[in-house]
């Protein structure tokens, strides 16, 4: 069993950053694959990045690659996403999520969630 908690959500400009943060808590950290997701308004929930439990792989969504940066910090028990050139498009509840298997992009792979943060961006 792991919880997990988002923060750093908010409001922004278009061509902003924000970094988002996952803590870990319960079992092992760097027992499980890492990924977050987002969701917006009227949309189904989309994979964007993944972090294997090693630390050393990564999975992008093609939407966000060269704009977004997962990564983790196992003495935090803590994942991250640097988002930078913020769009529009890109507002949305972000979640972060744990799982026991490798690095899947389809949210039926992940067995914990967060409850979400909010991340708005404007024009």
């Known amino acids: 069993q792991v919880q997990l908690v988002e923060s750093g959500g908010g409001l922004v400009q278009a061509g902003g950053s924000l970094r988002l943060s996952c803590a870990a808590s319960g079992r092992t950290f760097s027992s499980y694959t890492m990924g977050w997701f987002r969701q917006a308004p009227g949309k189904e929930r989309e994979f964007v990045a993944a972090?294997?439990?090693?630390?050393?792989?990564?999975r992008y969504a093609d939407s966000i690659k060269g704009r977004f940066t997962i990564s983790g910090d196992n003495a935090k028990n803590t994942v991250y996403l640097q988002m930078k050139s913020l769009k529009p498009e890109d507002t949305a509840v972000y979640y972060c999520?744990?799982?026991?298997?490798?690095?899947?992009?389809?949210?039926?792979?992940?067995?914990?969630w967060g409850q979400g943060t909010q991340v708005t961006v404007s024009s």
């Open positions: 972090l294997s439990r090693s630390g050393d792989s990564t």
């Open positions: 999520a744990a799982t026991p298997y490798g690095l899947g992009s389809s949210d039926a792979f992940y067995r914990y």
